[in-house]
């Protein structure tokens, strides 16, 4: 019975100790976090640069003026191609707009003239017509 006690004094002196480790470690953890927490972003860099390299990251060096200047001006050429570009096709559908009503100016004259054509040649025919008439000699009925 004694060994049965000591074995269980055993057993919790290990369990108080796991529970004290884990304890220390969930503290350990929770300062960690705290702090990660609380540092700036540039110390959030700095640190994971460091932890991936084992060193400092290098500073990028500013480009040269020339190196803008040549890209603005590239950019300024693909601009200005652009827009001659939309001219152009500007130009060309009004051109093609200006085709398209002089055809329809076309149409509408032709057709004009026709009718007006038709127009005379009936008034032609009605002329045509009175005139027979009036030269045929009327023949007078009489009611005797």
């Known amino acids: 019975m004694i060994e049965l006690f000591r074995s269980r004094d055993d057993d919790d002196r290990v ?3 796991k529970q004290k480790e884990n304890s220390v470690a969930e503290v350990g953890k929770a300062v960690e976090m705290r702090q990660l927490s ?3 972003l ?3 860099r700095k640190r994971k640069s460091e932890s991936k390299d084992g060193e400092k990251p290098k500073r990028r060096v ?3 003026g020339s190196e803008t200047i040549a ?3 590239k950019k ?3 601009d200005a191609q652009l827009k001659r570009e939309e001219l152009r096709l500007r130009q060309i559908e009004a051109e093609e707009r200006k085709q398209q009503q ?3 100016t076309s149409q509408q004259d032709a057709l004009t003239k026709a009718l007006t054509d038709s127009i005379a040649a009936q008034q032609m025919q009605q002329e045509q017509l009175v005139h027979q008439m009036n030269a045929t000699p009327k023949i ?5």
């Open 140 to 144: 007078q009925l009489s009611c005797h």
């Open 15 to 17: 369990l108080e100790e």
């Open 76 to 78: 300024s050429d693909v």
């Open 38 to 40: 609380m540092e700036t």
């Open 71 to 73: 890209y603005l001006q």
């Open 102 to 104: 002089n055809n329809i």
């Open 42 to 44: 540039a110390e959030s």
């Open 62 to 64: 500013s480009t040269t």
